[in-house]
Structures are given as C-alpha cells and as structure tokens.
C-alpha cells in the first residue's frame, strides 16, 4: 500500500512557476513508476508526466512537453513536477499516482495509487 500526499500548489500569474511535492509514505519506491495527471473542471483527468522507478526514463504530455520536468528522489520517497512557463489552461487539480513497475503509462487505469489532489491556478 502506497499513501501519496501533494504539496505545493496555489495560484500563479501566467508565465511563472511552481513546484509540486508528492510524499509518499512507503519506505522506498524505487519499484513504482510515479505519474502526474491533471483535471480541469468538466473534463477528464489527463495524463501529464511520468518517470520510471529508476529515474532513467521520462514522458509528457505534449502540452507540457519543454515546460514541465517531473523528477524525484528516492531516498526521499518523494517526486517532483517543476512547472514553469504556466499558462491558463495549466488549471487543474494535479495529482500524483504510482504504479508498481516500470512502464511508462499514461492512462489512469495504469496506476493503482493516487494522492488526493491539489490545487494549481494560472490566472492570466
């Protein structure tokens, strides 16, 4: 059983940053592939980024691609989403999910555990 807990959300103007925080509280997920996702009010969740167990490997969500970084540290059991360049439609609830594995999916039925959700709004 893996319990995620995000951070580090809130509101930002338009072009600018923020980092999101996902703790888990599994002793090492050095076995789980982590993903990010997303939902906007009235709209499916959507995959953003993911990073493999060993941190070798990446994928993103073209709208992000070039914006965003999604990294972690697993001495830490935590994962990362640097978000920069921020636009409007980067609005969402984000969330944090893992998967047991290294594949790098990108649908939510994939991943077995997700956090709770945090808010992020870009205001223009």
């Known amino acids: 059983q893996v319990q995620l807990v995000e951070s580090g959300g809130g509101l930002v103007q338009a072009g600018g940053s923020l980092r999101l925080s996902c703790a888990a509280s599994?002793?090492?997920?050095?076995?789980?592939?982590m993903g990010w996702f997303r939902q906007a009010p009235g709209k499916e969740r959507e995959f953003v980024a993911a990073?493999?167990?060993?941190?070798?490997?990446?994928l993103y969500a073209d709208s992000v691609k070039g914006r965003f970084t999604i990294s972690r540290d697993n001495a830490k059991n935590t994962v990362y989403l640097q978000m920069n360049s921020l636009k409007p439609e980067d609005t969402a609830v984000y969330y944090c999910?893992?998967?047991?594995?290294?594949?790098?999916?990108?649908?939510?039925?994939?991943?077995?555990?997700w956090g709770q959700g945090i808010q992020v709004t870009v205001s223009s």
């Open positions: 990073n493999s167990w060993a941190g070798s490997s990446t």
């Open positions: 999910a893992a998967r047991l594995g290294s594949g790098l999916e990108t649908g939510t039925y994939a991943y077995a555990y």
């Open positions: 599994r002793r090492t997920l050095s076995s789980y592939t």
